[in-house]
């Protein structure tokens, strides 16, 4: 037994003789070839030794291990190239992107939208308030001052017709100059209707402007009928007489005349 193990090995390299010049008549790998081979596989049964099959499958192991690595590397290239190349691609559309995305973005534009709309009508709405308030500041004053420009006229009216029924009693409404009495009576008139008229002027530089709606047709926004009467001169619906003057403050109206209108 002792000495067939001891020729085993010659025998096996006997017989791989007739297969390498099998193999090197037909093209295959030469004698040198096929000894580099079996050196690199760790030895073989040639040699004597049992085959090493560890070493071939840590050997395989480690080519697996890096092909994968290299195929890692380069899925990793591939992948931030595309990366890169979708960001830069698709970078402005981005906003529209996400709005698309999340609803929310949609609704909190709508709002900012509505919320710039208001503001502006504010705006509008408060600056045309305010030259609405500049323009027509001194209405109220005005219009406390109308009473006193009414009793100015009464006032005037009043002496116009004392004077007239003093001088019809006497027979001379066209007498000759009055006596001393009489152009002191006079000039109280004057003076009296010389405040009127100024008092009138600094009412019309401010926009005030009296009405004179006689044989104009009515307009309830401007006169306030306080009777109806039978006319001859005037067609229905005509004003013919003024019972209180009406005044205009610029393009407003004031306060509305209190009108005879005929039936």
Do not use: C
Request: proline share 6%.
């Amino acid at each position: 037994m002792a000495m067939d193990r001891q020729t085993e090995p010659l025998r096996r390299k006997a017989a791989a003789v007739p297969d390498a010049d099998a193999a090197a008549g037909h093209g295959g790998a030469t004698e040198p070839e096929a000894a580099g081979s079996r050196a690199a596989g760790g030895g073989g049964p040639v040699d004597g030794n049992p085959p090493d099959e560890a070493g071939d499958a840590a050997a395989r192991s480690g080519d697996a291990q890096a092909e994968a690595g290299a195929e890692a590397g380069v899925e990793a290239e591939a992948g931030a190239e595309a990366g890169s190349g979708s960001g830069a691609e698709t970078g402005e559309e981005q906003p529209a992107a996400r709005q698309e995305e999340d609803p929310r973005v949609q609704e909190w534009y709508n709002r900012y939208l509505r919320v710039q709309a208001d503001f502006e009508n504010y705006r509008r709405r408060t600056q045309r308030e305010k030259e609405e308030f500049t323009r027509y500041a001194s209405m109220k004053l005005i219009g406390e001052l109308l009473p006193v420009l009414d009793n100015f006229e009464r006032a005037l009216q009043a002496i116009g017709k004392a004077e007239k029924n003093r001088l019809e009693e006497e027979g001379r409404a066209e007498g000759p100059s009055p006596g001393a009495g009489q152009a002191e009576f006079e000039s109280f008139r004057k003076g009296v209707d010389m405040i009127y008229r100024q008092l009138v002027q600094v009412l019309e530089a401010d926009g005030l402007k009296a009405m004179e709606p006689v044989g104009q047709p009515f307009d309830p926004n401007l006169h306030q009928a306080v009777m109806q009467v039978s006319s001859d001169e005037y067609e229905e619906g005509i004003v013919v007489e003024v019972l209180q003057k009406g005044y205009w403050l610029k393009d407003k109206v004031l306060r509305p005349a209190l009108v005879k209108v005929s039936g």
